[in-house]
């Protein structure tokens, strides 16, 4: 059995017009611009911080490129729209940063700029979530470590220089309620959710024993 037929026999793609594609990706520069947008506005004084907090992280942006993964047309499909999901977003958050508020955050672009190239990896891999068999198992269950990972370490997120203690809690609510999502919408089963929370559970505990986020990204990230 070929690469492919095994591919196949975990998930089938679709086969969409040239249409349905178009409007596809359309939909997620859409979306992306839209964040984009949001979470720049959000980055000023005076607005309740948790929405800056959370556009700051890795968590949401996961979370929106999984959803637009998993229901897309195909793995080609879901790596297009990642690509055009998060360089719009991208496009019109640091475009506004440089014409509106003069400056130009090199780090940061780097950092996201780094993650815009390999989500078109990621999307097309995610797309196989929504199958069968135990790769689908595996594969539904990083999106949802990212999440519980962040989560976790969302307790010292204010430390020791913020004062906002307080939204310490409604993160992680906001990070369950991703979480949840995901378990409900990825899954195809009810035995699949049965195991992808275990594996997810068991690669969070390594993860966050080892450091490897916080390796990888150096900092980076606003928790990591």
């Given at each position: 059995?070929?690469?492919?037929?095994?591919?196949?026999?975990?998930?089938?793609?679709?086969?969409?017009?040239?249409?349905?594609?178009?409007?596809?990706?359309?939909?997620?520069?859409?979306?992306?611009?839209?964040?984009?947008?949001?979470?720049?506005?959000?980055?000023?004084?005076?607005?309740?911080?948790?929405?800056?907090?959370?556009?700051?992280?890795?968590?949401?942006?996961?979370?929106?490129?999984?959803?637009?993964?998993?229901?897309?047309?195909?793995?080609?499909?879901?790596?297009?729209?990642?690509?055009?999901?998060?360089?719009?977003?991208?496009?019109?958050?640091?475009?506004?940063?440089?014409?509106?508020?003069?400056?130009?955050?090199?780090?940061?672009?780097?950092?996201?700029?780094?993650?815009?190239?390999?989500?078109?990896?990621?999307?097309?891999?995610?797309?196989?979530?929504?199958?069968?068999?135990?790769?689908?198992?595996?594969?539904?269950?990083?999106?949802?470590?990212?999440?519980?990972?962040?989560?976790?370490?969302?307790?010292?997120?204010?430390?020791?220089i913020h004062t906002h203690y307080y939204l310490i809690p409604v993160l992680?609510?906001?990070?369950?309620?991703?979480?949840?999502?995901?378990?409900?919408?990825?899954?195809?089963?009810?035995?699949?959710?049965?195991?992808?929370?275990?594996?997810?559970?068991?690669?969070?505990?390594?993860?966050?024993?080892?450091?490897?986020?916080?390796?990888?990204?150096?900092?980076?990230?606003?928790?990591?």
């Amino acid at each position: 059995m070929g690469g492919s037929d095994k591919l196949n026999g975990i998930r089938v793609a679709n086969r969409p017009t040239t249409q349905q594609t178009f409007f596809s990706i359309i939909y997620a520069v859409f979306i992306g611009v839209i964040l984009g947008l949001a979470a720049k506005l959000v980055d000023t004084p005076g607005i309740n911080p948790v929405f800056d907090d959370m556009g700051g992280r890795l968590g949401i942006w996961v979370f929106v490129a999984t959803l637009l993964s998993v229901f897309s047309y195909s793995p080609k499909v879901a790596a297009v729209k990642a690509f055009a999901f998060f360089g719009s977003m991208l496009t019109v958050y640091y475009v506004y940063t440089v014409l509106f508020l003069h400056f130009i955050p090199v780090r940061a672009i780097l950092f996201w700029g780094i993650c815009a190239v390999i989500s078109p990896i990621c999307a097309y891999i995610i797309w196989y979530a929504h199958g069968n068999g135990l790769f689908s198992c595996m594969v539904s269950s990083l999106p949802i470590t990212m999440l519980l990972i962040e989560g976790f370490e969302l307790r010292n997120a204010y430390l020791p220089i913020h004062t906002h203690y307080y939204l310490i809690p409604v993160l992680m609510g906001v990070y369950l309620i991703m979480i949840i999502v995901l378990l409900l919408f990825i899954p195809k089963n009810k035995m699949q959710l049965l195991s992808i929370l275990p594996i997810a559970l068991i690669l969070s505990i390594i993860l966050i024993y080892f450091n490897v986020l916080g390796r990888i990204f150096g900092g980076m990230n606003g928790v990591l």
